[in-house]
């Protein structure tokens, strides 16, 4: 990766520090430095020297010191609580993004350190920071793909879409939008019997269904990454009751943890028995946070069931329709299903060139080996991955159907069909996981076509970041 000279600007979350913003970046320790070698040497016995085997890094610990320039005393504070708010301890690793260097880790908050100077602290703070990143890669901004058929020797497929730059429109920030894998990342709003049911959904396969324990407010509430003040949050659910009960009134819900309600918005039941989208907004006071936002129905008789599915927050004035990292468009920000994922205008990705002949190019432009994830899209029966770059094959004793698709991370090697049911089983032994080297690398795809789908119309997509240590 190439990077200029100047650090320039520093994203973290909704944060960004460096020119042109009131967080001025003073010092930065660790992005290029080598992070600890964990070696495997050994005394020679009787001789000088070691034996020495490979070396591998621990993690990376960057450390970033802020000087916080507020325009007033108030300006200062609102400054400061924005900061905190944004470096609470983590469940999963989030990307600290170096815009002009296109560099970005995966970090996660272990310190912070922000002084109280009371001689200085009329308009100027200032603030440390220390990031522990468990992957010590160093990546590249921009994710890049290339894709191929499976190979054929009469015929091809023609990809029916339209790629260009990565172009992000949106950022839904509930961790859990639509329950598809389980209630992780929500929590029971009040006292009602909650549970992920398959038999009601409003995308995907899930939804949350509620049962009512008695005729007060109650319902679910789904955790976002933490929104400071001054921000607008606009919330949208989509909710079905059940049309043999009645029901008397509702709420949405900005909260901050499980009890500081911020605001709650009075909402008239919707038509039983449809799936129907509930909205509403609520912008954030000076010093207020919101990490989670709430919707809650009132039954007139316990035992009423509703359901609830589709839930997204988002900051600024527009709310888009309901999309997640596992819809067109979509991408996942860190874990899929756990994590915000943003809505692009296009794929989100820089593709390449179409493969020829079951071939695909990948360019690794860093300086360390990167290890890309595969998609394959059927039908396709026993797929094979060769890296023909530096040999070796990645079999799967498997067959994908039409309309079904295996995600393949080389880093997890996680081997998952339709990016959430475990395949790991697939794998032949003997495979080979294919990585990519620093430079141009070639890989091939070759399959078995299915009964009725003899143009080979299986699909391969790579996508890859550009990796350094």
Known sequence: MTMPQALG?????????????????????????????????LERPQQHGDYTGPDYTGPRVVQLRLG??????DDLRALTLALRAATQPQRQPEQLRFLDQGALVWAKVRRRSMPYAAEYLWRIGDAALELYCADPYVYGLEEKAAWTAAYSPSAGRTYPLVYGGPVPVARNLVLNPSTEVDLSNTDQWATNTRERVTTEKYVGTASIQHTAVSTSAAGTRWM???????????????VKLSPGATWTGGYLGWKAGSAGTLKLTAITPPTPGVWTRITGSYTLAAGETCDNVSLSMVPAAAGA??????????????????????????????????????????????????????RVTAVNEGAADAY??????????????????????LVLDATIQANE??????????????????RRSWVRAGSVWPVLKPGTNELAYRGSALPGAPDQSSLLTVTWRDTSL
């Open 9 to 41: 600007r520093i994203q973290w979350g909704d944060l960004t520090f460096g020119p042109g913003t009131p967080y001025t970046v003073t010092a930065l320790e660790g992005l290029d430095d080598m992070p600890e070698i964990r070696a495997d040497d």
């Open 68 to 73: 916080v320039r507020g325009e007033t005393p």
């Open 224 to 238: 976002i990454p933490p929104v400071t003040g001054g921000q607008t949050i606009q919330v949208g659910v989509w």
């Open 305 to 358: 069931v509703w359901w609830a599915d589709a839930a997204i927050a988002e900051t600024g004035d527009t709310l888009h329709d309901y999309f997640d990292g596992a819809q067109p468009l979509g991408t996942w920000e860190t874990v899929p299903h756990a994590s915000p994922s943003r809505l692009h205008s296009t794929t989100g990705r820089s593709y390449g060139e179409r493969g020829a002949s079951g």
């Open 372 to 393: 890309p994830v595969l998609r394959l899209d059927g039908p396709v029966a026993n797929p094979a991955i060769e890296q023909v770059t530096t040999g070796g094959s």
């Open 405 to 422: 698709y295996l995600i393949i991370d080389t880093r997890s090697r996680a081997v998952l069909l339709m990016g959430s049911s475990p």
